[in-house]
């Protein structure tokens, strides 16, 4: 299973959403912003336009993808959205088609438990990855910051922040306080398609978080 395979199945498992297939793309707040589907554990192609998270999600987030994204939200905790060097969504179930599938990038956003001082805290303080420097970031309009931490062997979990997240070595992880409550937004890339990063700053640019 690929790398931003397994960013997405291990969300999609811990969040029980392996048993959630429910194919949708309503409208809410206006005919032109559809909604995502449920279902990370195979994520449908995104068509080109602006997406917004469901109810469940708070606080609620909006963003803009253009062709070759796809992606889900699990429900209430976390939704992500993946990019791939094919035109085709990429299986997530680990057979022969997913490992051939060519995914590129993962972007997956969680709502964090604690505080977003506490969260950052606790964070900089785990044993299994080493935080680094912050670089403050402004995401949706709201400040917070970006880390590369150095995770010690082949991933980290982040006990006491959340436990849906499980980072592997050479991504990117931003804390945003949006209205008191704590964001953390996950970043993968895969090494082998360099290139990517500018795909990531144009979804971080579309980003919202509407009242």
């Known amino acids: 299973m690929g790398r931003?395979?397994?960013?997405f199945h291990r969300v999609a498992i811990s969040g029980g959403a392996a048993?959630?297939?429910?194919?949708?793309a309503t409208t809410a707040w206006g005919s032109e912003v559809q909604t995502l589907p449920y279902d990370l554990v195979h994520p449908l192609r995104l068509e080109p336009g602006t997406y917004q998270t469901r109810p469940?999600?708070?606080?609620?987030?909006?963003?803009?993808?253009?062709?070759?994204?796809?992606g889900a939200q699990e429900s209430h905790s976390s939704w992500?959205?993946?990019?791939?060097?094919?035109?085709?969504?990429?299986?997530?179930?680990?057979?022969?088609a997913s490992?051939?599938?060519?995914?590129?990038?993962?972007i997956c956003v969680y709502r964090v438990g604690p505080r977003y001082g506490t969260a950052l805290s606790r964070f900089k303080a785990l044993t299994t990855l080493t935080a680094?420097?912050?670089?403050?970031?402004?995401v949706g309009g709201y400040l917070g910051v970006s880390f590369h931490a150095a995770?010690?062997?082949k991933h980290s979990h982040l006990p006491g922040v959340t436990p849906l997240v499980d980072l592997l070595p050479d991504g990117q992880q931003i804390f945003l306080n949006v209205r008191g409550k704590t964001v953390l937004v996950q970043i993968e890339i895969s090494p082998?398609?360099?290139?990517?990063a500018a795909a990531v700053r144009g979804i971080l640019r579309t980003m919202r978080f509407p009242p």
């Open 80 to 96: 992500c959205v993946g990019k791939g060097s094919t035109r085709r969504p990429p299986p997530l179930a680990g057979g022969p």
């Open 19 to 24: 048993v959630v297939a429910l194919l949708a």
């Open 151 to 153: 995770v010690h062997g």
């Open 56 to 70: 469940a999600f708070i606080p609620r987030a909006t963003f803009t993808v253009v062709d070759g994204w796809w």
């Open 99 to 106: 490992r051939k599938s060519g995914v590129s990038v993962g």
């Open 192 to 196: 082998r398609t360099p290139g990517e």
């Open 4 to 7: 931003m395979r397994r960013l």
């Open 132 to 138: 680094g420097a912050s670089t403050p970031i402004r």
